[in-house]
């Protein structure tokens, strides 16, 4: 084609011209003749742009042309056949449309690099054609669908109705509207593909300030109820903290929403429901045959939702349950300070006279028998009762079963989570109908990928049910709902490639194939191939992406793993580029980027949120959650079989630390050389603690002046065992260490054989070079005994986190806390966040850590990285062995590491207060006493 094929943009002036001649259905063939000689001058690149550019025009205007024909059809027979010829047409111009995008797509990168401003005018036409080319292929489809009803009709009662869509190059039958949307089609278009760009680029106006806000948390796990991790500390901590610095300044209520499972939820743990004679009911953990009430609960709604998935619709029966009041230990002095001095002194005088004291958030109960007094914060948790949530499934050898176990019956994880969105989706919509307790969200705060679908149903599935008749004031409220999202393991997002088309169903029913096939991502953003759409990555639906599209912020973590996630490729994996936008980093920090951005959805440049929507606040870690009270210590002693009184608490740490952390040591340690003993004395017969190859361990003459190391909890890849167990191995190669007292290398734990392996043959290489050394290489399959974990904390003097990925970690901090153990971090994520790092030959009075260099397995190979972090390793133990000689520095280094103060309340909660406060759900007066 020669070059007077841009004469279009010098013909009629301008895009806009362009875009009109197209919308006018004129002959585009004629727009390609009469060259002008200026067009010579532009890069000949451009001339295939523009000709497909009106070769799409022209798909378009036909397409559109078609479907006016079927309304002079008469019969059902010719309906029929109707059907047939559009949605032939329709494929074979969605294909031809496709062809050439794709093919616009490639040209523009070409031209890019020779011709910017050519290529951003192009793009600008392109962007043109294909919204117009949306709008009739919409109509178009609208025009089927309404065809296809009239069609269906006697039979729409008893049938889904379904057409094809494709997404990324994958065709899903997907949910249809029997008749389309009439007049509102092209405008929900619109809105559909916007709503991407809107969220992402902040442009949402804050609501107004409910008189008593409804906050709620919804979490696939929860301390007190199903726990694997820290995902189930942080919303827990988070909600009590942000109570804590509302209260008695505004009226809010927190709401924590989760699934109720039942069943085996652990493999020696199963929870049931139990109902009382009163009418409510007992919400029950049964472990190690003994039964443990984890909350008293009301039903307050059963609902009845309507699913679509890709063989059928059926109802599925819900009950909702909500607890009693329920309560989280928050600081006393801290929350104290929240109030105005003259109500903190009147809460004083009432505690000191024995009297609590109770505001709306937060209950304050008097000291007794000697004991503190202590500050709880006061929410309510509400479940969703469906067989979807049963987590019956066989146990797998060697792994932990717990509620992300795809081998249940009903449900794997991804679907397990979308259905609990769902449930609660519906129950957001519904609830003022039949609930006896009419619940509503004013701030969604999700936790994890796991909440994405929520956020996904409530921008795209509220708006297309508004215009099939839901009422507008109600849908608008319900879809610009502030959401919310923690992100916690960025690499973890739930995506799956199989069942997409069911998944997508079950979410927007009716409306899945309008959401699938306009849920984009926004226009001129550069996105990568495979973040297309909203709702996928790649051929993958996915969670996390749903999520990063479609909530109002992101908040990772900790500001490490942000900063890994929008930075670098390679870290932030799938949705990097999502992190990078939202958070306005790279090209994303220049203002006139996102304005184009934003142009091309029709957004202003003013209406631009200030702030990125992505950011890093690293977790809180709280204290009195962590510490070894008065009660504990005896609670310990008889989990543990110690004898009673020897465990130190935290009234006396607070005076010396370090006598308390030697003390306790000495005091589980004898417990385990105990225990090892009677293994070996038994040949195996009697093994309390689960130990691999006892018949070559061996602790004798170990105690409190030995040096140990401690890791404990899931054995994962994430986790780091093997660079831990080559990094004991070039220790011991380098042989600088005490081989008349080698220390401990303790692992606790069950999960992935494979690192368990790498532990045990690193034991037996160790055995050529020191016996002795190799004989304190233990490794235990514990995990969730009672008392076995926090006996793990005590002992350790050095508590390991060799993690190849960790988006914050609290387990450090948490044993810090504990019992004054230091902790030896990789330099990745957040696990230094905090943290102040031993250095050798330096003053080290505030050291509270060592950190570990690091290189990511990510941009080098695994042997690479596995023998760098080895050495890097090596390199840290031998600085903790120099710590550890000088009694009077480490004993310092444990009374930093026991009253370091990570507490949401000295900082953290602040963060998410002004998050609050933009989205105009907390009010101008609510601000911690601690600044970030």
């Known amino acids: ?111 890019k690099s020779s011709s910017e401003s050519v290529a951003n005018e192009v793009r600008g036409a392109v962007n043109d054609v294909r919204n117009t080319l949306g709008r009739e292929t919409g109509a178009l489809r609208g025009e089927i669908d309404s065809v296809r009803g009239a069609a269906n009709a006697p039979k729409a009662a008893k049938t889904i109705l379904t057409r094809d869509v494709e997404v990324n190059g994958q065709h899903f039958e997907l949910g249809s509207v029997m008749h389309g949307y009439g007049v509102e089609e092209g405008r929900l278009s619109d809105t559909l593909r916007a709503e991407s760009t809107r969220r992402i680029l902040g442009a949402v106006k804050p609501m107004t300030l409910p008189d008593n806000a409804m906050v709620r948390v919804p979490t696939a796990e929860f301390t007190g109820f199903a726990k694997t991790g820290g995902l189930a500390v942080v919303p827990r901590e988070l909600v009590a903290n942000l109570g804590a610095v509302v209260n008695n300044k505004q009226k809010m209520e927190l709401v924590v929403d989760t699934p109720m499972y039942l069943g085996q939820v652990e493999n020696t743990n199963f929870f049931r429901i139990d109902r009382r004679p009163d009418g409510k009911f007992d919400y029950i953990s049964k472990k190690g045959g003994k039964d443990h009430k984890m909350a008293t609960l009301n039903k307050i709604d059963e609902m009845t939702v309507p699913i679509t998935t890709d063989t059928g619709r059926n109802m599925e029966k819900v009950e909702v349950y909500m607890s009693d009041e329920m309560r989280q230990p928050v600081d006393f002095e801290d929350t104290l300070a929240q109030f105005e001095p003259e109500t903190a002194k009147a809460i004083r005088e009432s505690l000191s006279q024995g009297q609590n004291y109770s505001t709306q958030l937060v209950e304050f109960t008097a000291g007794a028998n000697g004991q503190p007094p202590k500050a709880e914060v006061k929410f309510k948790t509400v479940f969703y009762k469906n067989d979807k949530f049963r987590m019956d499934g066989p146990v797998q050898e060697g792994k932990v079963k717990n509620i992300y176990n795809d081998q249940t019956t009903a449900a794997g994880e991804t679907e397990r989570n979308i259905y609990f969105c769902k449930y609660m989706y519906e129950n ?59 992100m916690h393991n960025f690499k973890l997002q739930g995506s799956v490639w199989h069942s997409q088309g069911k998944l997508m169903n079950v979410m927007f029913g009716e409306h899945a194939a309008k959401i699938a096939e306009n849920a984009w991502m926004p226009q001129k953003a550069d996105m990568p191939g495979h973040l297309m759409n909203g709702l996928f990555s790649g051929n993958a639906l996915n969670p996390q992406t749903m999520a990063m599209t479609y909530a109002d912020e992101i908040v990772f973590v900790s500001r490490g793993n942000f900063n890994e996630a929008a930075n670098v490729a390679e870290f932030g994996g799938t949705n990097h580029a999502l992190a990078a ?13 996102l304005e184009e951005i934003g142009m091309a959805s029709g957004i202003r440049p003013e209406e631009i949120g200030k702030a990125p929507t992505a950011k890093g606040i690293t977790n809180g870690c709280d204290r009195v959650n962590n510490i070894i009270t008065t009660k504990k210590a005896r609670q310990l002693e008889k989990d543990l079989n110690l004898p009673a009184g020897s465990v130190m608490a935290e009234d006396v740490a607070n005076a010396d630390p370090f006598a308390v952390h030697q003390n306790n040591k000495k005091v589980y340690l004898n417990r385990v050389i105990e225990d090892i003993n009677t293994a070996r004395k038994s040949g195996g017969k009697n093994n309390p603690m689960k130990i691999r190859d006892f018949e070559h361990t061996d602790l004798t003459g170990v105690d409190e002046n030995t040096m140990v190391h401690g890791m404990a909890g899931r054995i994962v890849d994430q986790k780091g065992i093997d660079i831990w167990s080559e990094g004991i191995l070039k220790y011991y190669q380098r042989g600088n260490y005490d081989k008349s007292n080698p220390p401990v290398f303790y692992l606790q734990g069950i999960g992935d054989e494979s690192f368990i392996g790498k532990f045990m043959e690193v034991k037996g290489k160790v055995r050529e070079i020191d016996p002795k050394a190799s004989d304190r290489m233990v490794f235990a399959g514990l995990f969730s005994e009672p008392g076995r974990y926090d006996g793990c904390k005590m002992m350790s003097d050095f508590a390991g986190m060799p993690s190849w990925d960790e988006p914050c970690g609290l387990v450090h901090k948490e044993i810090g806390y504990t019992s004054g153990a230091i902790s030896m971090v990789n330099k990745r994520g957040g696990l230094t966040d905090g943290l102040t790092t031993y250095q050798r030959g330096q003053d080290n009075k505030g050291a509270n850590s060592i950190f570990v260099d690091f290189m990511d397995k990510e941009t080098h190979s695994y042997e690479e990285a596995l023998n760098y972090n080895g050495e890097r390793t090596a390199d840290g133990f031998e600085t903790a062995q120099e710590w550890f000689k000088d009694k009077k520095a480490f004993g310092q280094g444990v009374k930093n590491s026991f009253t370091a103060r990570f507490d949401w309340l000295r900082g953290k909660i602040q963060e998410y207060v002004e998050i609050g406060k933009r989205h105009g759900v907390i009010n101008d007066t609510v601000d911690s006493k601690y600044t970030v």
């Open 1 to 111: 084609m020669s070059i007077s094929a841009v004469t279009p943009f010098n013909q009629f002036g301008s895009k806009t011209n362009f875009k009109q001649q197209v919308n006018n259905g004129q002959n585009n063939q004629a727009a390609q003749t009469n060259p002008v000689e200026a067009d010579k001058k532009t890069n000949s690149k451009t001339a295939p742009i523009v000709s497909s550019a009106i070769a799409l025009a022209s798909l378009g205007v036909a397409g559109y042309s078609m479907a006016k024909n079927h309304k002079s059809l008469k019969t059902i027979g010719e309906l029929k056949g109707s059907i047939e010829t559009l949605t032939q047409s329709l494929e074979r111009k969605t294909s031809t449309i496709e062809e050439n995008v794709r093919g616009l797509g490639d040209t523009i990168n070409t031209v």
């Open 428 to 486: 957001l919509v519904n609830s003022h109908e039949s609930s006896k307790k009419p619940l509503r969200a004013d701030w969604i705060i999700g936790n994890d990928w796991h909440t994405g679908a929520l956020s996904a149903m409530t921008r795209l599935l509220t708006p297309a049910r508004k215009a099939m008749g839901m009422e507008p004031e109600a849908a608008d409220k319900l879809a610009n709902t502030p959401i919310t999202t923690l």
């Open 581 to 593: 936008l939202r958070g306005r980093v790279g090209k994303y920090a220049d203002q006139k980027k």
